[in-house]
Each structure stands twice: as C-alpha cells, then as structure tokens.
C-alpha cells in the first residue's frame, strides 16, 4: 500500500513538472511573437525612404496644401535636374512651391495665387544676386509706389517642413515636417490688428515685420515649454 501512495505521488509531481513547462514554453513563443509585431509595427511606421523622383516631389509639396485643394494645385519649383519649371498646371486657387531637391532638409511652400506677384519678383531679384535685406527694400519701395502688386489682403501662405528630405510613400508625409502658416497683412500693425509682436505661447498667431510691405499673420508651431 505505501508503495503504491508513493508511486501516485511521484507520477503526480511529473504531471505538475510538465505541465509548468508547457506553460513557461507557451508564454516565451507569446512573448517572442509579441516583440516580432512590435518590431513589424515599428518598421510600419518609419517606412521612410528618399525623394528622389519629381513623382515624389511633387506628392510631397502638394502635402503644404489644404487637403481638400491638393488636386487642382499648380505646382513649380526646382525639377531633380536642377532646372525651374512648372511641374504641374493647375486650376484652383493655389500655386505650390515645392521643394528644392538640391538642397538639404524639406521646404515646400502653398501660396495664394494672388501673391504670385510678389512671389515671382522675389525670386527674380534673388536670382540677380540680390541679398534679403536688398530684395526687402526693392519689393517695399515698389509695394509702396504701386508697382507691385501685394495680392489680395488676407491672402495665405502655408509652409511643410523639416531637417529631412524622406516621406512615407503610403501617406506622402515628410519625416518629421511641421507646418507653419503666414497671412499677409500688408502695411498692418500691431494697432490695427491687435495682435502681438512677438508670439506668446505655442501656435499663437503674431505680427511680423509690422508697418511694412510684408506685414504678416505667422502661425508658428513653437515647442511646449518642457520642465
């Protein structure tokens, strides 16, 4: 008999063993299975790869256009062989800068068609050889005699960019890009608008270069304060 109570006790000890192994064998394959979709996530999400075709140029600068006004955009900028040219005609009301593929990080620009004008001397005074305080006072003198035209008042500019130049090819987005968004205001102040001249907090709209030619709403997405 004690023989037997033994026997039932021993087979009862390798029961719970191999049962208590199962387990520990189960929740490591869990374990590992879990860190492999972690990973596959992880990889999901920084799909990232270079801009290095004008079909991806172009699908990137569109991203600093309103959503809605991304399929009718005129697109024009520096092509991947460094020449400036129209990429792409539009219909709306926007005309896309997009971004310069020679040039390190991410700049694509979305403007009212308005200030076209404006845009288009800068770039041509700047192609002169002409510094930014010169083009400054050229665009002011100009603005102020009539010659340039400053486009609608109100009109907007938005800006997409970033230290980077890769986009996830899925979404379009640029690694790491912000927007930033300018409303021209021209000869406005800081009187005749009540706003600030220097910004006061995260995202809060300013007045820049006040009384000017290039008086401006700027939207700039300023970092939370981090203790």
């Not at 040219?85 to 971004?99: K, M, P, S």
């Not at 845009?119 to 665009?139: H, N, Q, S, V």
Request: proline share 7%.
């Amino acid at each position: 008999m004690k023989q037997i109570i033994i026997a039932l006790a021993f087979s009862g000890v390798l029961i719970s063993c191999n049962s208590s192994g199962k387990d520990k064998n189960e929740t490591d394959t869990s374990t590992a299975k879990e860190a492999v979709n972690d990973s596959t996530a992880t990889q999901a999400k920084n799909n990232y790869v270079a801009i290095d075709t004008e079909e991806a140029l172009i699908a990137t600068s569109l991203m600093a256009a309103p959503e809605a006004s991304r399929d009718g955009c005129k697109v024009i900028g520096y092509n991947m062989d460094g020449e400036f040219v129209t990429l792409r005609e539009g219909d709306n009301e926007f005309i896309v800068l997009a971004d310069d593929p020679k040039k390190s990080g991410f700049n694509a620009a979305c403007y009212h068609k308005s200030l076209e004008p404006f845009m288009a001397r800068g770039r041509e005074l700047r192609a002169e050889g002409k510094t930014g305080p010169e083009i400054f006072d050229i665009r002011e003198a100009e603005a102020k005699s009539g010659k340039l035209d400053m486009g609608k008042p109100g009109s907007t500019l938005h800006i997409y960019y970033g230290p980077n130049d890769r986009y996830d090819p899925e979404t379009y987005k640029v690694e790491g890009a912000k927007y930033r968004y300018v409303v021209y205001l021209p000869f406005a102040t800081a009187e005749s608008t009540g706003l600030p001249e220097n910004p006061v907090g995260p995202n809060h709209p300013w007045i820049m270069n006040p009384g000017t030619h290039r008086a401006h709403i700027m939207i700039s997405p300023l970092p939370d304060n981090k203790e």
